[in-house]
């Protein structure tokens, strides 16, 4: 088992990585129906928080099929960061996760997420704060290093793990390398095997198979994986990976009844979250990544992003399941612009 704080966790969870518009609620219902063990909302303003932003607010929600889960917050300012912990708080989370990784220009340039990673003092300031402003374990996510010449993710451990966090997780890459190049997890297995190092130490960066998934748990030793991009259209890898570390066999793929029951899982979450308007609007950004693979599903992905009720997107993927029915297609990677879907 792997404790954070109070949480337990099974060996070697599975976590979601929080990702901008696109782990929310709905996103999160079909991860946790396929093996994601712990979850965290997309990240959040500190300042947005604090604000009263309409977009932040509607962040924090959070339901009980979920847990545990964590709410994510970013920002610069240890005031702010402190009293959105407490804003946070009132929602009841299971933990406080707190982003020094998200390499999003519009971030770093407001002195959070990555940014912070240039001054590390300020980086253990605004931890502290959060710690000392919440009753709920507080972990953090972040990244090797500003660049290849500031590498500095052991000191980072061993200072945060000081003032009070209970778990780290750890991109493989510098902020410089945004996602482009591969995640060096060889740092990741240091900071693991550092023996100051008390605190559970998840890694994060290119797990895309339940084969990878396996290697790394293995060489490395960590605590757990967490997973980002990998899950955008698929959610099944989760119990794909859990099958394989169980077995060393491969989990059968997803049929094609079972991808279209996703989809409206997916839908239905939106739309009792949103409403039917909104959320049919925001289902359409998932539908290329569920239907990756499919040959010629240009005709049916350009419809189920025109029509405007549930009733109509789901008389669609009845055709798509019966126009493709024992077509299995193969794993492509999802694709989304950088500043969405980044794993924050």
Aim: a neutral charge.
């Amino acid at each position: 088992m792997v404790r954070i704080g109070e949480i337990t966790l099974p060996e070697f969870p599975l976590l979601l990585a929080p990702m901008e518009d696109v782990s929310d609620p709905p996103f999160r219902a079909v991860c946790k129906d396929n093996g994601a063990d712990l979850m965290y909302t997309e990240f959040i303003s500190s300042e947005g928080l604090i604000r009263d932003a309409i977009k932040s607010r509607q962040k924090l929600d959070i339901f009980d099929y979920e847990r545990p889960i964590g709410i994510q917050i970013f920002g610069g300012d240890e005031e702010a960061m402190a009293l959105s912990a407490r804003i946070v708080g009132a929602t009841n989370p299971d933990l406080v996760d707190i982003n020094f990784g998200c390499p999003v220009k519009k971030v770093v340039s407001k002195g959070a997420g990555a940014g912070v990673l240039k001054d590390i003092d300020l980086m253990v300031r605004l931890t502290s704060a959060v710690v000392k402003a919440t009753d709920k374990p507080v972990t953090v996510k972040t990244r090797l290093g500003w660049d290849e010449s500031s590498i500095n993710i052991e000191e980072v451990a061993e200072r945060l793990q000081d003032v009070g966090i209970k778990a780290l997780s750890i991109h493989g890459r510098t902020r410089s390398q945004m996602y482009k190049g591969h995640a060096d997890w060889t740092l990741i297995g240091k900071v693991k095997n550092n023996p100051r190092i008390q605190i559970p130490i998840f890694g994060n960066g290119d797990i895309d198979s339940p084969e990878k998934a396996l290697e790394y748990k293995n060489r490395y030793g960590i605590d757990g994986i967490m997973i980002g991009r990998a899950a955008i259209g698929y959610p099944w890898i989760f119990n794909e990976i859990k099958h394989f570390f169980n077995t060393g066999t491969h989990a059968p793929a997803p049929t094609v009844q079972q991808r279209a029951d996703a989809i409206k899982k997916h839908l239905h979450k939106a739309v009792e979250w949103k409403g039917e308007v909104v959320g049919i609007l925001e289902m359409r950004r998932h539908y290329t990544n569920y239907l990756k693979g499919f040959p010629h599903i240009k005709e049916f992905r350009n419809q189920l992003v025109t029509v405007k009720s549930v009733a109509e997107i789901e008389e669609i993927l009845q055709q798509i399941v019966t126009r493709y029915d024992g077509f299995v297609p193969e794993r492509r990677m999802a694709t989304f612009p950088e500043e969405k879907g980044c794993e924050c």
